[in-house]
């Protein structure tokens, strides 16, 4: 159990290293890194909940993901 949790804490601490030189050797925006982790119809309600009314009301009945 003991070899496990190590093993977590050193992926998140890879992972968190990873962020932090992308995001600031990189210029890569935080906002992407995060939807990064997401799934990828999570992905697509995050980015469409994001922009204003009147760009996503555009009158298409698009299918559903």
Do not use: Y
Request: proline share 6%; with cysteine; aromatic share 4%.
């Amino acid at each position: 159990m003991e070899i496990q949790f190590e093993r977590i804490l050193c992926s998140e601490s890879n992972l968190l290293r990873d962020w932090l030189d992308l995001s600031l050797n990189h210029s890569v925006p935080s906002s992407l890194l995060i939807l990064s982790r997401l799934k990828p119809e999570e992905v697509v309600g995050a980015t469409l909940s994001s922009l204003p009314d009147e760009v996503v009301d555009t009158g298409h009945d698009f299918p559903a993901i």
